[in-house]
């Protein structure tokens, strides 16, 4: 019981956060990524998924930190250092498999060898503190060097992406704005001479391939397979995932993202549906990995638990 209402206590927490970015101004889930990958657990070299990667990313450019890298405080005691005097560590969420207690007597009398042993095993919510690098003294992390691409380089990645998306719906690359139309499965976006810059032609193409991944021949999200009325939840939940997933791709092809400029009205809607449902955000960053996996068909290494 305590695991589940500290998860929920952290689904309160990250969404407060949120909420009061949001109401001073900023997008947070728009903001300018960082240029040396996504967060990771700098002992395991392992990159986070789903909603850490989004987390700790804003973290880390909310407390000005170097690096989106962290550690827990064993793992830097492991290290010979520790967390400096004051500092406070950040939650994680993943799902963690444990043994299923108290099996009835049928499941038990079910063979227990080979292919055929019965699952006793279930996936619960955890919660794991972690702390950025910066946040620690005594250590000697290796200096990191960040990849940087030139200008060229990250349209020609830009392009890579979409050339290499598998089971691609239609393009209209000289459309009249940036939609995708589910019926027809089609992406339709502007020339990109329209745009103020070729970072927003590619965010705004991204947005519109992360909609398509809800196709029902792709990854069938309901907010795409079923009709939703403009500003509803489901809507909103949806334009969540697409602009989360953008920010994804161009944070994968080092584009800086440009400020979008969304309607008072669209904002206070989606301020709304998260006041009510403090779980909108985790499950749009949740839907928003697994649009860019598809996008890029790619398969992650598990997520650490530390």
């Given at each position: 019981?305590a ?7 952290t689904?309160?927490?990250v969404t ?8 001073s101004g ?13 967060p ?10 789903g ?7 804003f973290?880390t ?10 550690i ?18 950040t939650?994680i969420?993943y ?5 299923v ?6 499941a ?5 060898d080979?292919d055929?042993a019965v699952?006793?095993?279930?996936m ?11 946040q620690?003294?005594?250590i000697?992390f ?11 380089e ?7 992406i979409?050339?290499d ?5 239609q ?6 704005y ?10 339709a976006?502007?020339?990109i001479?329209q ?13 519109e391939?992360?909609?398509s991944?809800g196709h ?7 907010e795409?397979?079923?009709?939703n009325k ?13 602009e989360l ?5 161009c944070a ?9 400029q ?10 709304k ?9 985790l499950?749009?960053?949740g839907q ?19």
């Amino acid at each position: 019981m305590a695991v589940t209402k500290n998860f929920k206590d952290t689904y309160q927490e990250v969404t407060d956060a949120v909420i009061e970015q949001m109401e001073s101004g900023n997008i947070v889930w728009r903001c300018s990524w960082n240029q040396v990958g996504f967060p990771m657990n700098v002992t395991t070299g392992i990159s986070y998924r789903g909603w850490n990667v989004f987390w700790l990313n804003f973290h880390t450019m909310l407390k000005g930190y170097s690096m989106p890298y962290y550690i827990t405080f064993k793992q830097a005691q492991d290290l010979g250092g520790t967390i400096k005097k004051g500092e406070k560590g950040t939650k994680i969420t993943y799902w963690a498999s444990i043994k299923v207690k108290g099996q009835n007597d049928e499941a038990a009398e079910q063979p227990t060898d080979g292919d055929n042993a019965v699952q006793q095993t279930r996936m619960v919510p955890k919660i794991h503190t972690v702390f950025n690098i910066d946040q620690t003294e005594g250590i000697d992390f290796p200096k990191v060097e960040a990849l940087f691409r030139s200008d060229a380089e990250k349209i020609a990645a830009c392009e890579q992406i979409i050339e290499d998306m598998p089971n691609r719906p239609q393009l209209n690359l000289n459309g009249q704005y940036p939609v995708y139309y589910p019926l027809k499965d089609m992406v339709a976006v502007p020339d990109i001479a329209q745009f103020d810059s070729s970072e927003e032609y590619y965010c705004a193409l991204f947005h519109e391939l992360a909609h398509s991944t809800g196709h029902e021949s792709r990854l069938s999200r309901k907010e795409i397979t079923q009709p939703n009325k403009y500003g509803s939840e489901p809507y909103s939940r949806e334009e969540l995932t697409a602009e989360l997933t953008a920010a994804f791709l161009c944070a994968i092809t080092g584009i800086q993202q440009q400020t979008i400029q969304n309607s008072a009205a669209y904002l206070k809607g989606w301020l709304k549906a998260l006041k009510n449902d403090k779980t909108l955000i985790l499950k749009a960053a949740g839907q928003a990995q697994k649009a860019a996996d598809y996008i890029m068909a790619v398969v992650h290494e598990p997520e650490p638990a530390g």
